[in-house]
């Protein structure tokens, strides 16, 4: 019972109309690995950093069960940099800074002790890199899944296509689901890109919830309306991290477990929000996870008697 | 066992990116009826028409048990006429003419035989004509629903908050919550409008579903995801009367039944949105609406077991 975790870690600067933060630590495969430490151990993590990721951070990922051996550490360079500034509304954010650093040289290594795992989740990462991790895998994951971006859509499409072809779930916003089919009907986009590989397809809608297709079958999870939004970042990759972690639990990857992982990313996400960074997530117990499951049921339980 | 719907009853002219018509009847209380009528008999009608509305529409209304003797015919004006032009994503339209005709003239009079109606859902007119009807009334209904919109926020809001004081359920749209409680995140809006005066507030969120608040308790209903929304014209109608038909139907007013009722609404707005108008609703029979029903619950429905 293992997983791999592809993805960037990074430090991030974040401004919200609730507060702002100069230096916290991010990254797609940081939120992803603590949201899934909560379900699964070990967490095969691979990354790349930079001189200046902190020690403390590493201690507590490693406490948590996050492998580190497949993180590569760069003695001379930084790692990488993102700063945004999120809009009243919360959906919408500038970018105000990228800087790649280490990322630019980022060659996935998988290590020899990863191999057998049976889960993967590539972050979204240069798709030929999600390609390389593929390859080197001597044996196919039961469940392969990965989240991308529109830039990718744009500037790689080619390897995009090739590795959609590789994979069981992928991860996508509506706008890049759109994108990626040319459908503006998410029912339509997910027939299409079914077509492309993938037999899931998750598409994440923010505080709109999320949709889970397979087939002609059809899920969805609201978010949980919150008072407030503190900062949205890293959402996405904590439901995910949330989503593979209880399919990495429960080595069931039917679709009705998917539902439930579905539900389980969308409440570890509800709490990545609450405060700056991965911060919450860092504090969360089982039990305020349970409890936070419990007000999904709640929240779209229902009764109706059909005559 | 019956229930009154007071507002408007119109033509249309509608643009979407799918299609165009001219000339099809609208209107937010015969979106509300053709709704209703499915659930409950008869619906007492309140509303205005010119000449120009047709015999066959108010003979359809009639087969349906909607009792027009509250529906004033004016002979010498024009109908209520509006017109629209919806964008790709459906959820923003132009308008592109507001013919008020005989609704600048509409002063409701409730029939005698109107009087002990158990249930009212008073559709978007002017404040000050809901009121009037509420206090016509000499048997306060069991339960009173309303519509509004953001114009009477800015133009008739001393109204409108005496209103708000009178009814148990107000029905509006996302941006129109955050306009009259002055809270954008939803959560902290709804706590604002309960204190206005109803107990239950519906928010309507278009293809995102929509969320029901009654003190801290809170329901969510997505939409159904739809391989094409043809027009959405008449939705919020639709989903209103849905709504408040089951409501009459059951003649329970408790939350839980209320989380139905949004269910129930939700599926008759997603017959709405299929073709023009409200020519979907005229078609659909109880064995397809049960049908609808049920793909809402296999769309939220999921097992999780928490140990």
Partial sequence: MSLIVVGSMAYDAIETPFGKTDWIVGGAATYAAYAASNFIKPINQVSIVGYDFAKEEMDELKKRGVNLEGVEVVKDKKSFFWSGRYHLDMNSRDTLVTD?????????????????SEFLMLGNVLPSLQISVVEQLK????????????????????????????????????????????????????????????????IKKGEHGALLFH???????????????????????????GFIGHIAQTRDVSFE???????????????????????????????????????????????????
Same sequence: chains 1, 2.
Avoid at 100 to 116: K, R
Avoid at 161 to 167: A, E, I, P, Y
Wanted: proline share 5%; aromatic share 8%; charged share 25%.
């Fill in 215 to 241: 087939k002609d079958q059809v899920f969805f999870a609201p978010a949980l309306p919150l008072e407030e939004v503190f900062d949205p970042t890293g959402a996405g990759d904590t439901f995910a991290g």
């Fill in 257 to 307: 477990n998917m539902k439930t992982a579905i539900i389980v990313g969308s409440a570890m996400a509800s709490f990545c929000v609450e405060k700056f960074g991965p911060t919450r997530l860092k504090e969360i117990t089982k039990a305020d996870i349970d409890g936070r499951i419990r007000q999904f049921v709640d929240l779209v339980n229902f009764d109706i008697e059909l005559v």
């Fill in 100 to 116: 790649l650093n280490v990322l630019a040289d980022f060659n996935p290594i998988i290590p020899e002790s990863y191999q057998g």
């Fill in 139 to 202: 044996t196919r994951p039961k469940l392969i899944a990965m989240d991308t971006m529109n830039f990718w859509m744009d500037n790689a499409l080619d390897d995009l296509k090739r590795l959609l072809t590789m994979v069981d779930v992928l991860l996508v916003n509506d706008s890049e689901a759109r994108q990626l089919s040319g459908q503006f009907s998410l029912v339509k986009a997910a027939k299409e890109i079914q077509k492309m590989g993938p037999k899931y397809l998750v």
